[in-house]
């Protein structure tokens, strides 16, 4: 099989070899990050209001710098998430499908349409994370959203 036929086959192949690769890794830097459960500091009871003024401003900095490193870390969990799940769509998208019935192209552009705007979804959380406007953790939305 010479020709350009074949050099196409092969360049999917390896298209589709690097997505994987990409996906795979995205993966792993989940799992690994999957048990950093620092996302929000703790706030028991303080005596906040014993304390003189110039060491309450270093616990309320602390504690608004724990809150910032949380949140960007709620992001890059979202971002991620949401990453992997559009590379899979892209896989997806260059595979060949095999319809069994006339109206399978219409229900898999649906399914993979709704994928993206998941990602989508996810990504946009990221952004509100960010900003400070979505307080939830990233793990509950990063997976199924």
């Keep these: 099989m010479d020709g350009p036929e074949a050099a196409t086959r092969q360049m999917k192949t390896t298209e589709m070899l690097e997505l994987e690769r990409a996906l795979r890794s995205i993966e792993l830097i989940l799992a690994a990050r999957y048990g950093d459960h620092e996302f929000a500091p703790w706030c028991g009871p303080t005596d906040l209001g014993e304390l003189p003024a110039p060491a309450q401003e270093v616990v309320i900095r602390r504690v608004e710098e724990a809150n910032e490193a949380s949140q960007e870390r709620a992001a890059i969990n979202l971002c991620l998430t949401s ?63």
């Design 83 to 145: 990453a992997a799940r559009l590379l899979t769509v892209t896989q997806l998208l260059m595979t060949e499908p095999v319809y069994q019935s006339p109206k399978d192209p219409a229900r898999r552009l649906r399914a993979l349409v709704d994928e993206i705007r998941a990602g989508a979804r996810v990504a946009y959380r990221a952004a509100l994370m960010l900003l400070g406007q979505d307080t939830g953790l990233a793990q509950s939305g990063g997976g199924s959203t």
